[in-house]
């Protein structure tokens, strides 16, 4: 991993962003692809799924609307230990999940003049699952269990269809779909089942979704944003981050740890580590070289630290270390600070905090409770992670009697007429003249 030394340095905000390391050109050749795809699709409609199923995923003649047959032989075969474990991961998000349902508020104006608050979900969901260099049936649970909690009607799910299991989804994929009742799957990947659930598939029974959700790589991120305007989108889950800030009292055996298990997800992965402390970053080095090489997927996890995206970055102090975390804005961070508790609240841009050394980002992958579709690219400086929040919207509900529209009735036309919209003031009077 290279080295970003910001050490008696002065920064101002733009230059703490322009200090943060970003694989700015392949995410800008990702989007210019994704459009492409997007396009194809949105145009060509199942032969282009098709196509592109061919060149990118080696598969040819498959079932793109995945039989039921399939689902209940993928739940028959699952093994009894990952049942166990998506049952307890599903417990844990649905309860967390609901408590992200804002209650109905009804706000009394005046007499007879009443604001009623409420959060309606939206209809229909199409939920991307990654499929290409890992199996994600967590993924499932994570978009599919928040859409439930906020009432979604229809959910439709999408993974790349597998070489290796003859053009079906993977099996563990799909009985977790089967755990949460979802039947609507549908084997396409990529860019191309974003644009394929944005613009609707007659020949494959695939109709328009609202809200598109669900990670993927920087494809499937850009994805989101050629279709955004059609329908809904969460926030660009793309290539995965993780950011550690650390002190001299960090163990960085376990910090190499979490740093190479997020590289092992991708080679566009970003490992950073944020320290004061130049003797932990060469004991992290250390480690990393160790750990590394012992992985298995050894190879993925060299190219993703060595590639622009990762750093380890040397800063002066607590406060710089806490300005660059939050102009960073990672999709993961993690804290292995000595008051780590009390220095969290600092923190305030990441898709979520990790706090302490028994914390780690794999724990909130798979059975923390927490949501692991979180915004990357530095949009969690504005942007949330999934949740059942996503799938709702608000809606003032708005109800005045004849009484309470009266005293208001003046404050109404005075308004329209300075506004030369005189018809707003009339249609108010036409209430009070015969």
Same mark, same amino acid.
């Given at each position: 991993?290279?080295?970003?030394?910001?050490?008696?340095?002065?920064?101002?905000?733009?230059?703490?962003?322009?200090?943060?390391?970003?694989?700015?050109?392949?995410?800008?050749?990702?989007?210019?692809?994704?459009?492409?795809?997007?396009?194809?699709?949105?145009?060509?409609?199942?032969?282009?799924?098709?196509?592109?199923?061919?060149?990118?995923?080696?598969?040819?003649?498959?079932?793109?609307?995945?039989?039921?047959?399939?689902?209940?032989?993928?739940?028959?075969?699952?093994?009894?230990?990952?049942?166990?474990?998506?049952?307890?991961?599903?417990?844990?998000?649905?309860?967390?999940?609901?408590?992200?349902?804002?209650?109905?508020?009804?706000?009394?104006?005046?007499?007879?003049?009443?604001?009623?608050?409420?959060?309606?979900?939206?209809?229909?969901?199409?939920?991307?699952?990654?499929?290409?260099?890992?199996?994600?049936?967590?993924?499932?649970?994570?978009?599919?269990?928040?859409?439930?909690?906020?009432?979604?009607?229809?959910?439709?799910?999408?993974?790349?269809?597998?070489?290796?299991?003859?053009?079906?989804?993977?099996?563990?994929?799909?009985?977790?779909?089967?755990?949460?009742?979802?039947?609507?799957?549908?084997?396409? *990947?990529?860019?191309?089942?974003?644009?394929?659930?944005?613009?609707?598939?007659?020949?494959?029974?695939?109709?328009?979704?609202?809200?598109?959700? *669900?990670? *993927?790589?920087?494809?499937?991120?850009?994805?989101?944003?050629?279709?955004?305007?059609?329908?809904?989108?969460?926030?660009?889950? *793309?290539?995965?981050?993780?950011?550690?800030?650390?002190?001299?009292?960090?163990?960085?055996?376990?910090?190499?740890?979490?740093?190479?298990?997020?590289?092992?997800?991708?080679?566009?992965?970003?490992?950073?580590?944020?320290?004061?402390?130049?003797?932990?970053?060469?004991?992290?080095?250390?480690?990393?070289?160790?750990?590394?090489?012992?992985?298995?997927?050894?190879?993925?996890?060299?190219?993703?630290?060595?590639?622009?995206?990762?750093?380890?970055?040397?800063?002066?102090?607590?406060?710089?270390?806490?300005?660059?975390?939050?102009?960073?804005?990672?999709?993961?961070?993690?804290?292995?600070?000595?008051?780590?508790?009390?220095?969290?609240?600092?923190?305030?841009?990441?898709?979520?905090?990790?706090?302490?050394?028994?914390?780690?980002?794999?724990?909130?992958?798979?059975?923390?409770?927490?949501?692991?579709?979180?915004?990357?690219?530095?949009?969690?400086?504005?942007?949330? =992670?999934?949740?059942?929040?996503?799938?709702?919207?608000?809606?003032?509900?708005?109800?005045?009697?004849?009484?309470?529209?009266?005293?208001?009735?003046?404050?109404?036309?005075?308004?329209?007429?300075?506004?030369?919209?005189?018809?707003? =003031?009339?249609?108010?009077?036409?209430?009070?003249?015969?």
């Amino acid at each position: 991993m290279r080295t970003i030394d910001l050490r008696g340095r002065e920064l101002s905000p733009a230059d703490m962003l322009a200090a943060v390391p970003r694989a700015t050109q392949a995410r800008a050749e990702a989007l210019d692809t994704a459009v492409r795809i997007v396009d194809d699709v949105r145009e060509r409609g199942e032969h282009a799924l098709r196509e592109q199923a061919e060149r990118f995923d080696n598969v040819s003649g498959h079932e793109i609307r995945v039989p039921a047959e399939h689902i209940t032989e993928a739940l028959d075969s699952l093994d009894p230990a990952v049942r166990t474990a998506l049952e307890e991961a599903i417990r844990r998000v649905r309860e967390a999940s609901t408590a992200q349902v804002p209650a109905t508020q009804v706000t009394e104006i005046g007499p007879g003049a009443t604001i009623t608050q409420r959060w309606q979900p939206v209809h229909r969901v199409g939920v991307y699952i990654p499929g290409g260099k890992a199996v994600y049936p967590s993924s499932v649970i994570m978009n599919v269990v928040p859409a439930q909690v906020a009432g979604v009607q229809q959910i439709a799910l999408a993974s790349p269809p597998q070489a290796d299991q003859g053009g079906r989804i993977h099996p563990t994929i799909l009985a977790a779909a089967g755990l949460l009742g979802v039947t609507e799957i549908y084997a396409m *990947g990529g860019a191309g089942a974003i644009g394929a659930f944005a613009h609707g598939i007659d020949a494959v029974g695939l109709d328009p979704v609202d809200i598109v959700s *669900g990670p *993927g790589n920087n494809y499937v991120a850009s994805a989101k944003r050629a279709v955004a305007g059609v329908v809904g989108t969460d926030s660009e889950a *793309g290539a995965t981050e993780i950011l550690v800030v650390a002190d001299a009292s960090a163990d960085p055996r376990l910090i190499a740890a979490d740093l190479v298990s997020q590289a092992e997800h991708d080679e566009q992965a970003s490992a950073v580590l944020v320290t004061d402390s130049l003797e932990l970053t060469e004991s992290v080095g250390e480690e990393i070289a160790r750990q590394s090489v012992a992985t298995r997927h050894a190879t993925r996890v060299s190219a993703a630290l060595e590639g622009p995206q990762s750093a380890i970055v040397l800063v002066d102090d607590r406060a710089m270390a806490t300005a660059f975390s939050n102009a960073y804005a990672p999709e993961h961070l993690e804290l292995h600070l000595e008051d780590a508790d009390a220095a969290a609240a600092s923190f305030t841009s990441a898709g979520a905090v990790f706090v302490g050394d028994h914390t780690p980002v794999s724990l909130g992958d798979y059975m923390a409770g927490s949501n692991h579709v979180l915004p990357t690219g530095g949009q969690a400086r504005y942007a949330p =992670g999934l949740g059942a929040y996503t799938f709702l919207r608000p809606q003032q509900v708005i109800s005045y009697d004849r009484a309470a529209l009266a005293e208001v009735r003046a404050g109404v036309v005075a308004l329209a007429d300075s506004e030369a919209l005189p018809a707003h =003031g009339e249609a108010v009077e036409a209430r009070f003249t015969a």
